[in-house]
């Protein structure tokens, strides 16, 4: 079988219908699966993140813990080959720098060439299934810190949601510690994820206050032997000069699943990036999903935030 999987596909402008567009992935796994490897070292890398340049990341990793729906929608990620369509619509935006993804999404991103020059995060702790009994053991089953190395990758994600009444915590706050010191000895970004959260009427639920946020920064960027190489990635609430002045280490803000309009939701992220230390968007539900359907609209809209605030700090 002839495999060009390092060629860049034509970039997708909508979602389509025809089921058969992506068999050929299947069939390259099936064949040829060294072909992912292939493309990861075949790849052309970001030239890398700097002071006044924001960096625009789409996070793609929530079907992996289970996390499918989006608003009202209850499986509204889970067909694969939309979602697949949708990440290609955005990362064909020049301003779109590169994209945060479980190992099965990456992979197909890789195959696809819809990587070319992007930054690359993988994610690595996607064990603590929603509505799991043991949710908080958010165990390390994704990418690891060696895989991402060979694959070329910038720096790996890990969600640390920190529950005091929870004995599960401790574990997760060591394997935490354990990641971040194995990405730093490869020169790798630790992106860090962490809520004080609880578990309410049998779900969880993460903290969004803005105090518990603060104090989910100052236990998350303790993690490690080494803060050398660690990013946080927090939420916009509500007084963010205060979120912001709890850290010193550069910070992409995060979407979630929006309750709100999406104009309301991209006023809350210009007034955070205008704060000193944010580093930009790490996004994907919100803009991959967008109420109105125009996922090419959505992303162009939120990297004109960044493009003006990067031009206001020049």
């Known amino acids: 079988m002839s495999v060009q999987s390092t ?13 058969r567009r992506y068999a050929h992935l299947s069939a390259i796994r099936l064949e040829d699966p060294a072909a992912i490897a292939r493309a990861a070292k075949a790849r052309r890398r970001h030239p890398g993140v700097k002071v006044g ?16 729906s989006v608003g009202a929608n209850p499986i509204a990620m889970a067909d694969r080959r939309q ?8 990362l064909a935006n020049p301003h779109v720098d590169g994209v945060l993804a479980s ?5 197909d991103l890789l195959l696809l060439g819809a990587l070319e020059g992007k930054l690359v995060f993988g994610s690595m702790n996607r064990g603590g299934l ?7 053991d958010d165990r ?6 060696e895989a991402l190395e060979a694959l070329g990758a910038d720096g790996g994600k890990m969600l640390t949601r920190i529950c005091l009444g929870d004995p599960d915590t401790v574990s997760l706050l060591e394997a935490t510690a354990k990641a971040i010191d194995s990405l730093a000895a490869r020169k790798l970004i630790a992106m860090v994820e962490p809520f004080l959260s609880v578990r309410e009427n049998g779900k969880v639920r993460n903290d969004l206050s803005t105090d518990a946020v603060i104090k989910s920064i100052g236990i ?27 850290t010193t280490m550069p910070t992409v803000l995060l979407g979630g699943d ?39 609209g959505a992303v162009a809209t939120a990297a004109t935030l960044l493009n003006r605030t990067a031009e206001v700090s020049e």
């Not at 960096?55 to 929530?62: E, L």
């Not at 939420?235 to 000069?241: A, F, G, K, L, Q």
């Not at 991209?266 to 991959?288: D, I, K, N």
């Open 103 to 107: 190992p099965d999404i990456m992979d």
């Open 140 to 145: 390390f089953t994704g990418h690891t810190a």
């Open 53 to 68: 340049q924001q960096n625009f990341i789409v996070a793609a990793d929530h079907p992996a813990r289970g996390a499918l």
């Open 83 to 90: 979602l697949l369509d949708r990440l290609q619509i955005a």
């Open 258 to 296: 929006p309750d709100s309009s999406q104009d309301d939701v991209f006023a809350s992220w210009e007034a955070a990036l205008a704060l000193p230390g944010v580093q930009g968007l790490t996004v994907g539900r919100t803009l991959l999903y967008p109420q109105d359907g125009d996922v090419a």
């Open 220 to 246: 998350a960027e303790g993690l490690g032997s080494t803060s050398a190489y660690t990013w946080m990635k927090l939420p916009v609430v509500p007084e963010m000069e205060r979120v912001m002045a709890a």
């Open 130 to 136: 929603i509505g799991l009994i043991n949710e908080f």
């Open 7 to 19: 060629t860049p596909t034509t970039p997708r402008t909508a979602v389509d219908d025809d089921p």
